[in-house]
């Protein structure tokens, strides 16, 4: 059995417009009962050229084109709300996918109560994990998560994060939690802004991505004093950096991830068709330097697996978006 998903905003009429639009070409199955795209398929990007999200998808429609004899895909790019609703409104389409993030198919959605969740559309797969980091400027009293707590016992200490809704929001409920302290969220547009706030001295810590403050971290400007994750980060200049397990974080830790999802009622034959070309995928040079060059983690999962960590995801935002 496999799954479904989707992201963010207010939905007017101009976009159930857009929705009726759908594809024209959905594919079907050959004499052996086995899903092949009649036509080009179409991968959604819920945001515009050049973001993380374009950049994966762009990556892996190459890839998929040269795995998959004759296929053949396209890149649309949406505002968030645009692109989920669009593919909602494509239910049953074989040859119709999107991208999809911790943020887009889950916490937005909840947080702003749209009418869509990741389990309105089809999971395919999740293939990489892009665990958040505590990070302070470099000359900060703060060295690890038990300096953290003894600050918060003196006075209000600021947590820089990344939108209200976003996975560091969640990470910072975690630790408030874990540890017994209160932290005072300070919300950024970008992780540009947050870290330009960290350097600044405008927040005591913030959480951030890898590729957000890597550089930094190399030019001395920034520590990490932690990763929200159980085990250390693969790349040579993170992997030194406490886990959470190390600081006694407890429960499950839940991290930002990479997926691709189908539209509604995507068919079954359709489903492992996509599955696989995303598993092949994650065997190629291709895939490994993308992660390499994003500071991600591989961690494929297809299937139930899939659907039961989604399943975690969304109750671990309905309990941090509540307090």
Request: glycine content about 8%; some cysteine; overall charge negative.
């Amino acid at each position: 059995m496999r799954t479904r998903l989707i992201q963010l905003g207010v939905v007017t009429l101009a976009l159930t417009a857009v929705a009726a639009c759908g594809s024209d070409s959905e594919g079907g199955a050959g004499a052996d009962g086995e899903f092949s795209p009649d036509g080009a398929v179409e991968m959604v990007v819920g945001a515009q050229p050049g973001g993380g999200s374009d950049v994966m998808a762009r990556t892996f429609v190459s890839s998929a084109e040269e795995i998959r004899d004759g296929l053949s895909m396209t890149v649309s790019n949406f505002d968030s709300i645009e692109a989920y609703s669009y593919v909602k409104g494509q239910s049953g389409a074989d040859d119709v996918l999107v991208t999809a993030t911790y943020g887009n198919v889950i916490l937005s959605p909840i947080a702003a109560d749209l009418a869509y969740l990741w389990d309105d559309f089809t999971p395919l797969a999740m293939f990489a994990t892009d665990p958040s980091f505590l990070v302070v400027r470099e000359d900060s009293d703060l060295e690890s998560i038990d300096d953290l707590v003894a600050a918060a016992g003196t006075g209000d200490v600021t947590m820089g994060v990344v939108t209200a809704e976003g996975v560091n929001t969640v990470h910072s409920a975690q630790i408030a939690d874990s540890t017994g302290i209160e932290l005072n969220n300070v919300v950024f547009e970008s992780g540009a802004e947050e870290l330009a706030a960290v350097l600044a001295g405008d927040v005591d810590a913030a959480l951030m991505e890898p590729a957000e403050f890597v550089q930094q971290l190399d030019a001395g400007e920034v520590r990490a004093i932690m990763v929200m994750a159980d085990e250390p980060h693969p790349a040579e200049e993170l992997a030194d950096i406490p886990t959470a397990a190390d600081a006694g974080i407890e429960g499950e830790i839940v991290t930002q991830f990479r997926s691709f999802f189908g539209a509604p009622e995507m068919s079954e034959s359709a489903t492992d068709y996509w599955v696989e070309t995303i598993e092949e995928w994650a065997t190629t040079d291709s895939y490994s330097e993308y992660l390499e060059t994003n500071y991600l983690i591989p961690t494929l999962l297809v299937g139930d697996e899939l659907n039961e960590n989604l399943e975690f995801l969304e109750t671990a935002a309905r309990d941090a978006l509540a307090d």
